[in-house]
């Protein structure tokens, strides 16, 4: 197997990991999916760097190797997501996300050489690692919280200064003469 397609499925396994990664941490949640735009953004760049991998194969063989996959589909769904974003039908990248994402990784990982090098992969991520990446964004939350909630800056010299709120010398002369 070439060498860079290799790579690009163990880079369309990890997207599909990421997709059933969020899509796990909201429940498969169809209201949140519907109403939290965060969140389905995340899953939709996931889904949409699947669809681009697909154009970075340097030979045709994985139309050979998974005929089972809807490869043409998976490719236009990307299409779709960055250039009518705007015009998408949400159920269908819903469906792609919890149906075909799952049926996608299962026929990679049905390739041994595949699953042997996504085996590899795997068991380079050190647990602590993996356990600290997994606290980094609550525990960022929490520090991007306590320094907002402080009011006092903090100078090079050590000694606290008022919390001043910059303002343009424009927006400035329209509060003090009363927005003529």
């Not at 050979?64 to 015009?87: C, M, S, T």
Request: aromatic share 8%; proline share 3%.
């Amino acid at each position: 197997m070439n060498v860079r397609d290799l790579f690009n499925y163990q880079t369309i396994l990890e997207r599909c990991d990421d997709v059933i990664a969020k899509l796990e941490e909201i429940n498969y949640s169809h209201e949140i999916w519907e109403h939290n735009l965060m969140v389905r953004d995340s899953i939709l760049f996931s889904l949409g760097q699947v669809g681009e991998l697909v154009s970075h194969f340097k030979t045709d063989e994985y139309k050979e190797l998974f005929p089972e996959i809807p490869w043409r589909h998976v490719k236009g769904q990307r299409n779709y997501i960055i250039h009518q974003y705007a015009d998408m039908k949400l159920e269908t990248a819903w469906k792609s996300a919890v149906e075909g994402v799952p049926a996608i990784r299962e026929a990679l990982l049905s390739n041994d050489e595949i699953a042997h090098k996504y085996e590899i992969e795997c068991a380079y991520i050190d647990p602590e690692v993996a356990a600290l990446m997994e606290g980094l964004g609550e525990d960022l939350d929490g520090l991007m919280d306590a320094k907002a909630d402080e009011a006092e800056l903090v100078n090079l010299d050590g000694e606290q200064e008022e919390t001043r709120i910059l303002v343009s010398p424009k927006q400035q002369d329209d509060d003090e003469h009363g927005d003529e």
